[in-house]
């Protein structure tokens, strides 16, 4: 939605306002903190070390804007990320970044956890991670933030700031190597609860006391194996905060009636995406 939209719109609003205030209860950048951005890179070039300074910048989109309004479904989310196009060196040179610190999951990896959960007695199971980025700490070099002028406390205001700047913590959405500090430490819970990393195969995972198949796609799992263990993997992975899981292979599964051309019995949030209706 636009901007003005955005803070026009009390439910639009409240969905920034909730993203703000979970960030900043997670101490993702520090306000205590603040600096004046001059002489963070005064005192860097000084001292010749190396900072990185970006933006944060706040979005928001309506889930499900084609539902009728009155649909549970149909909301807003927010959400604020870091501006990973346009941070600068305390010398204010762009910042080069390699973009190679994370290795997602591939097609192949994925449509193999499909045929896996295709097996009789069987299920494929898909859920995202709660605020998956920001479980992690940002590594490498030290980066402060600008926080939009919108979101300034009151004391920033009055003490006449120009260029305020917070020390950024946490591996924030965005920022080009915010992936790499994610998947570390997803990779090292997965470790500790039995899953082990299928070699030459990244971000796939197999359990072999509960024979469970993982795929992870950035903060999106998807598990795989006998309906009976599932929940268990799902209580594994909990410590990640996946959000609650949903059968997610009813297309495959026998959901399409051949005769009638329709989906039938499938109860996923967005099925009626797929449902074909008559003319």
Known sequence: VSKKEMYSNPKAQ?????EWDRLRAKRCWSEDL???????????????????????????????????ANDTRRKF???????????KYQNWDYAVFQELSSCP???????????????????????????????AKLEGTPTWVEIPREEWPEEWVKAGMIRPVCPLHLALYGHPDSGGPWEAHCEAHLASVGFERIPDWHSTFWHPVHKLFLVVYVDDFKLSGPKDKLQVGWDLIGQLQPNAAKVLMRLLCGAINPLAGHITNWTHDWAHAFVQTSV
């Open 14 to 18: 409240a969905a920034v306002r909730m």
């Open 34 to 68: 603040v600096r004046e951005w001059k002489s963070v890179a005064a005192e860097a070039r000084l001292n010749e070390t190396t900072v990185h300074v970006g933006r944060l910048c706040c979005i928001c989109v309506e889930k499900g804007s084609e539902l009728n």
């Open 77 to 87: 989310k927010g959400r604020v990320v870091f501006l990973g196009n346009n941070v």
């Open 105 to 135: 999951a591939t097609t192949e990896g994925s449509r193999s956890a499909d045929c896996y959960g295709c097996l009789p007695g069987h299920d494929v199971m898909q859920a995202d991670a709660e605020q998956a980025y920001i479980q």
